[in-house]
T-cell receptor, first 116, second 112 residues
Framework: EPEVTQTPSHQVTQMGQEVILRCVPI?????FYWYRQILGQKVEFLVS????????KSEIFDDQFSVERPDGSNFTLKIRSTKLEDSAMYFC??????????????FGPGTRLTVT | QQQVKQSPQSLIVQKGGISIINCAYE??????FPWYQQFPGKGPALLIA?????SEKKEGRFTISFNKSAKQFSLHIMDSQPGDSATYFC???????????FGSGTRLSIRP
């Protein structure tokens, strides 16, 4: 069964450093999302991406964050200057466009980001 | 308006029992209500979902009950098994392209 993959599984970085989290969505999906989950809390929406542009973003997704689809398979989240409060699990999700499953978002296993 | 309220925060059920998790929402524009199951260190996995034009949906041991007038929906897990021990999130979305808004989660433990 197709699945969303994410790399790395765990990233440790120092405050102020840039990090790039990578995702490979399901191949025929066209909508892509990033969510984050601070330890023990609920999953929060960050950004959605369609047709090579951001379609929606949350208040969390400030100027320090950016997303990109650099090629036909990868979808990346960049944090330019990490802060301690960016420590969280980051999930990528993707969604198809048609049929009865068009609402269903499929999540990757996540990247645990630790900012020290 | 954007929130989905979930209860209880944690739940312990004996093996073979029924687990019930409840959620409520305010935004009547929501038109898709999924439940996600999450095991430690893993991403949320879609378990079952319902649209507001039906009052109940059943898939195996999992049932969603939906009360549109009360703006509430619930997940019932019949014959609960130790392998069902996980965190469950209710969620809502208001368009086919929209973000998913998650509830706060319920940590379910099934005692053998």
């Amino acid at each position: 069964e197709p699945e969303v993959t994410q790399t790395p599984s765990h990233q440790v970085t120092q405050m102020g450093q840039e990090v790039i989290l990578r995702c490979v969505p399901i191949s025929n999906h066209l909508y892509f999302y990033w969510y984050r989950q601070i330890l023990g809390q609920k999953v929060e929406f960050l950004v959605s991406f369609y047709n090579n542009e951001i379609s929606e973003k949350s208040e969390i997704f400030d100027d320090q964050f950016s997303v990109e689809r650099p090629d036909g398979s990868n979808f990346t989240l960049k944090i330019r200057s990490t802060k301690l409060e960016d420590s969280a699990m980051y999930f990528c999700a993707s969604r198809g466009t048609s049929g009865t499953k068009s609402y269903e978002q499929y999540f990757g296993p996540g990247t645990r980001l630790t900012v020290t | 308006q954007q929130q989905v309220k979930q209860s209880p925060q944690s739940l312990i059920v004996q093996k073979g029992g029924i687990s019930i998790i409840n959620c409520a929402y305010e935004n009547t524009a929501f038109d898709y209500f999924p439940w996600y199951q999450q095991f430690p260190g893993k991403g949320p996995a879609l378990l079952i979902a319902i649209r507001p034009d039906v009052s109940e949906k059943k898939e195996g041991r999992f049932t969603i009950s939906f009360n549109k007038s009360a703006k509430q929906f619930s997940l019932h897990i019949m014959d609960s098994q130790p392998g069902d021990s996980a965190t469950y999130f209710c969620a809502a979305s208001y368009s086919s392209a929209s973000k998913i808004i998650f509830g706060s989660g319920t940590r379910l433990s099934i005692r053998p």
